[in-house]
């Protein structure tokens, strides 16, 4: 089994003070894909290149203590992407691609951040640049290879991947939009939400990130915003999947999805 594991940090240095390193030590994840770092590379050297057995591959965000990606894993990637090229979100730290290459196999692990809107309007037309023009780079991508793309994509694609769904129906995450342009990935782009594919039917049980305002948490009043998007061929691989709740050292909860990658 392939242990793949993606987690919004809410700052890597954050995360390893409140038990990220002894999470990873107990469920010793192959992969892990990790969002909102909030360090430089200077931040990372000495402290961060590895943990519990993964090396890290990462792209900085240029302002300091804003997003960042990594993806950590146990096997040497053949090549690794940095940034998708963009001219407006790369700088922004939001893309790193490792790559498992042989003769008969073209195989990626993504982590991946989409921006939020929920700041303000400047920053929601700034969410839809990156959604239209990151639809055709997975489109393009899949053409070639096949792919799991891990992150807080910042999009519940459902009425039942949050709580107050009637509420949120005009804010960002739950805009029209933005579940049109998951719904359309996965009908047209042939794109699999694999958690989805697994458990098709959960609701309050699904959720990945909760607010910090009220007793959000406590109520369990959340959203499902972190995803596994895969090309059907490892889709088809995919054999359970967990999402650890109770475990505080984000705002997000780790979800890890088993692939039988050896069937």
Same mark, same amino acid.
């Given at each position: 089994?392939?242990?793949?594991?993606?987690?919004?940090?809410?700052?890597?240095?954050?995360?390893?003070?409140?038990?990220?390193?002894?999470?990873?030590?107990?469920?010793?994840?192959?992969?892990?894909?990790?969002?909102?770092?909030?360090?430089?590379?200077?931040?990372?050297?000495?402290?961060?290149?590895?943990?519990?057995?993964?090396?890290?591959?990462?792209?900085?965000?240029?302002?300091?203590?804003?997003? #960042?990606?990594? *993806?950590?894993? %146990?096997?040497?990637?053949?090549?690794?992407?940095?940034?998708?090229? =963009?001219?407006? &979100?790369? @700088?922004? #730290?939001?893309? *790193?691609?490792? %790559?498992?290459?042989?003769?008969?196999?073209?195989?990626?692990?993504? =982590?991946?951040? &989409?921006? @939020?809107?929920?700041?303000?309007?400047?920053?929601?037309?700034?969410?839809?640049?990156?959604?239209?023009?990151?639809?055709?780079?997975?489109?393009?991508?899949?053409?070639?290879?096949?792919?799991?793309?891990?992150?807080?994509?910042?999009?519940?694609?459902?009425?039942?991947?949050?709580?107050?769904?009637?509420?949120?129906?005009?804010?960002?995450?739950?805009?029209?939009?933005?579940?049109?342009?998951?719904?359309?990935?996965?009908?047209?782009?042939?794109?699999?939400?694999?958690?989805?594919?697994?458990?098709?039917?959960?609701?309050?049980?699904?959720?990945?990130?909760?607010?910090?305002?009220?007793?959000?948490?406590?109520?369990?009043?959340?959203?499902?915003?972190?995803?596994?998007?895969?090309?059907?061929?490892?889709?088809?691989?995919?054999?359970?999947?967990?999402?650890?709740?109770?475990?505080?050292?984000?705002?997000?909860?780790?979800?890890?999805?088993?692939?039988?990658?050896?069937?």
């Amino acid at each position: 089994m392939f242990k793949l594991t993606s987690l919004n940090l809410n700052g890597i240095r954050s995360a390893a003070n409140k038990g990220l390193e002894a999470w990873l030590d107990q469920h010793q994840p192959d992969c892990i894909c990790v969002q909102e770092v909030k360090a430089q590379a200077a931040d990372i050297a000495g402290r961060f290149e590895s943990l519990s057995g993964l090396k890290g591959h990462f792209q900085f965000a240029e302002k300091k203590g804003y997003s #960042g990606v990594g *993806v950590y894993t %146990r096997h040497e990637p053949s090549d690794v992407i940095i940034g998708y090229g =963009s001219s407006e &979100f790369d @700088s922004e #730290g939001r893309y *790193v691609e490792v %790559r498992f290459d042989t003769p008969s196999t073209k195989l990626s692990i993504i =982590s991946a951040y &989409f921006p @939020s809107g929920s700041s303000g309007e400047i920053r929601q037309q700034a969410k839809f640049r990156f959604l239209a023009e990151f639809y055709p780079h997975l489109l393009n991508l899949k053409q070639n290879r096949e792919f799991i793309l891990c992150g807080d994509v910042n999009i519940a694609h459902k009425q039942a991947d949050l709580k107050n769904w009637r509420s949120n129906q005009k804010n960002s995450g739950f805009l029209p939009e933005e579940r049109d342009w998951m719904t359309k990935l996965l009908d047209e782009g042939q794109m699999v939400d694999v958690y989805r594919k697994l458990q098709p039917d959960t609701t309050d049980t699904c959720y990945t990130w909760w607010s910090a305002r009220g007793q959000a948490y406590a109520n369990n009043v959340g959203w499902r915003l972190d995803y596994h998007l895969a090309t059907p061929a490892l889709a088809a691989f995919a054999r359970r999947e967990a999402i650890f709740k109770d475990i505080k050292f984000s705002d997000h909860a780790p979800i890890t999805v088993e692939y039988d990658l050896k069937s």
